[in-house]
């Protein structure tokens, strides 16, 4: 099957970071799959380092690493490469490229502008028609030579899947250290290949479930002291910081609604948890359930008007979905086991959900009516899925037996599962929207 062309994507693509016009031509290399089919056969690509006035070998390798771990692409040792230090403004010799079966070619330059500036101008080249599948022109600071090369994936990507990257984007997370019993927990932040790793908070008290703003450069995450819990809003961009206000009990499990204004939140009171909203503008407050159970982590649909949340209101804990005014609540989990920590797509397509059935624990997705359940992972503990930009990719956090929790990915086929590239000991993962 041929993979969809993306025009639309990548000219949206083309008017960041002051980017020329792109030209694209309709051929296309051949590939056995969509990006959520069942078998994924990963297309070979060759990244060749970029000529032109440093950084180039660097921003090819973060290129190839992006493509690479999207297990749709299957990147070419470049020991094999037959040319090297392609020049952007002519054609490589697409016979010598065809002998180690690359069937996509991308090279580049790097320029350093007379004003200090970093240009990239790079090329996709589709290997057996000998055609240009896209060319593009990134102009940015030269400490953001990661962005570019995160961007230059993203377009890439959208060429060749006809769906939109996920690779200038960056994950918030609970880092953890010390003994299992005494655990240090920071807030941080990432890009979303492990690059660039900063921490947000000190350490000095624990902080559980952050959660990015689909509009802003703004986190909303649960502060438990000894004094008790609070909810915080910090804003990534100024390092501002505030609480959403004090409230009677145990506050937990805030996160954004889409047009980052409002945040729905948990609020425990003897023993009975109900669901809250609160608006961001005026701090006028709702409860939008009375249940006698538990009733926790809160999600919104894409559009807002619907929020699915777990609660153990029918004897354990499942799925349900209500109106994000609390109205018409109904549950939608029906296989066997418990179910918590839901997640709304981005796209809306599907819910993600952590699942503990027979001693072992799951990430896996469902249809927003509960039907096409699919378990992607299994192991001892998986927990806390969150969602790339694209709806396509899954980041949560395993834990062996005995062992320190790290962070993985999986797709939605549940085919590409590995390790994230972050090294460190890391829960609670939280996907940002794509940078701006």
């Given at each position: 099957?041929?993979?969809?062309?993306?025009?639309?994507?990548?000219?949206?693509?083309?008017?960041?970071?002051?980017?020329?016009?792109?030209?694209?031509?309709?051929?296309?290399?051949?590939?056995?799959?969509?990006?959520?089919s069942g078998v994924v056969e990963p297309l070979p690509i060759a990244?060749?380092?970029?000529?032109?006035?440093?950084?180039?070998?660097?921003?090819?390798?973060?290129?190839?690493?992006?493509?690479?771990?999207?297990?749709?692409?299957?990147?070419?040792?470049?020991?094999?490469?037959?040319?090297?230090?392609?020049?952007?403004?002519?054609?490589?010799?697409?016979?010598?490229?065809?002998?180690?079966?690359?069937?996509?070619?991308?090279?580049?330059?790097?320029?350093?502008?007379?004003?200090?500036?970093?240009?990239?101008?790079?090329?996709?080249?589709?290997?057996?028609?000998?055609?240009?599948?896209?060319?593009?022109?990134?102009?940015?600071?030269?400490?953001?030579?990661?962005?570019?090369?995160?961007?230059?994936?993203?377009?890439?990507?959208?060429?060749?899947?006809?769906?939109?990257?996920?690779?200038?984007?960056?994950?918030?997370?609970?880092?953890?250290?010390?003994?299992?019993?005494?655990?240090?927990?920071?807030?941080?932040?990432?890009?979303?290949?492990?690059?660039?790793?900063?921490?947000?908070?000190?350490?000095?008290?624990?902080?559980?479930?952050?959660?990015?703003?689909?509009?802003?450069?703004?986190?909303?995450?649960?502060?438990?002291?000894?004094?008790?819990?609070?909810?915080?809003?910090?804003?990534?961009?100024?390092?501002?910081?505030?609480?959403?206000?004090?409230?009677?009990?145990?506050?937990?499990?805030?996160?954004?609604?889409?047009?980052?204004?409002?945040?729905?939140?948990?609020?425990?009171?003897?023993?009975?948890?109900?669901?809250?909203?609160?608006?961001?503008?005026?701090?006028?407050?709702?409860?939008?359930?009375?249940?006698?159970?538990?009733?926790?982590?809160?999600?919104?649909?894409?559009?807002?008007?619907?929020?699915?949340?777990?609660?153990?209101?029918?004897?354990?804990?499942?799925?349900?979905?209500?109106?994000?005014?609390?109205?018409?609540?109904?549950?939608?989990?029906?296989?066997?086991?418990?179910?918590?920590?839901?997640?709304?797509?981005?796209?809306?397509?599907?819910?993600?959900?952590?699942?503990?059935?027979?001693?072992?624990?799951?990430?896996?997705?469902m249809r927003p009516d509960g039907s096409d359940e699919r378990i992607?992972?299994?192991?001892?503990?998986?927990?806390?899925?969150?969602?790339?930009?694209?709806?396509?990719?899954?980041?949560?956090?395993?834990?062996?037996?005995?062992?320190?929790?790290?962070?993985?990915?999986?797709?939605?086929?549940?085919?590409?599962?590995?390790?994230?590239?972050?090294?460190?000991?890391?829960?609670?993962?939280?996907?940002?929207?794509?940078?701006?």
């Amino acid at each position: 099957m041929i993979f969809r062309s993306a025009l639309a994507a990548v000219l949206a693509c083309a008017a960041l970071l002051g980017v020329a016009a792109p030209t694209v031509a309709t051929a296309q290399p051949q590939v056995g799959s969509t990006v959520s089919s069942g078998v994924v056969e990963p297309l070979p690509i060759a990244v060749p380092a970029f000529s032109g006035a440093g950084r180039g070998a660097e921003i090819a390798q973060v290129v190839t690493g992006n493509l690479e771990r999207s297990g749709l692409f299957k990147t070419i040792d470049p020991a094999a490469f037959p040319e090297r230090n392609l020049d952007i403004g002519m054609q490589p010799t697409f016979d010598a490229w065809k002998t180690i079966n690359a069937q996509a070619l991308v090279n580049g330059h790097v320029t350093i502008e007379g004003d200090g500036r970093l240009r990239v101008d790079f090329r996709l080249w589709d290997v057996f028609s000998g055609e240009q599948l896209l060319g593009l022109q990134f102009t940015s600071t030269p400490e953001n030579w990661r962005r570019v090369a995160h961007k230059i994936s993203d377009a890439v990507y959208e060429r060749m899947t006809g769906e939109k990257g996920y690779f200038d984007s960056r994950i918030v997370f609970v880092a953890e250290s010390g003994p299992r019993d005494n655990r240090i927990k920071r807030l941080m932040i990432m890009d979303q290949d492990g690059a660039n790793p900063s921490s947000l908070t000190d350490g000095s008290y624990i902080v559980m479930t952050p959660r990015f703003s689909s509009t802003s450069q703004e986190i909303t995450y649960m502060a438990l002291r000894p004094t008790g819990s609070a909810i915080y809003l910090f804003n990534i961009e100024t390092a501002r910081q505030e609480t959403l206000g004090r409230f009677p009990g145990m506050v937990f499990a805030p996160r954004f609604s889409p047009d980052g204004n409002r945040v729905a939140f948990s609020v425990e009171r003897g023993g009975n948890s109900d669901i809250w909203i609160m608006n961001l503008t005026s701090r006028a407050q709702a409860k939008l359930t009375s249940d006698p159970g538990i009733d926790t982590s809160p999600s919104f649909s894409p559009d807002g008007s619907r929020i699915v949340f777990n609660s153990d209101r029918g004897g354990s804990p499942q799925l349900y979905i209500m109106g994000s005014d609390g109205s018409g609540a109904r549950r939608i989990s029906r296989g066997g086991g418990i179910y918590t920590t839901p997640v709304w797509s981005p796209t809306g397509d599907f819910i993600a959900f952590t699942k503990q059935q027979g001693g072992m624990f799951h990430i896996g997705v469902m249809r927003p009516d509960g039907s096409d359940e699919r378990i992607l992972t299994t192991s001892y503990l998986d927990e806390g899925p969150t969602w790339a930009p694209n709806g396509r990719v899954l980041m949560f956090f395993r834990e062996s037996r005995g062992g320190a929790p790290r962070l993985w990915t999986v797709d939605i086929t549940g085919r590409i599962l590995r390790p994230a590239p972050y090294q460190g000991s890391g829960s609670d993962p939280a996907w940002s929207p794509l940078l701006n």
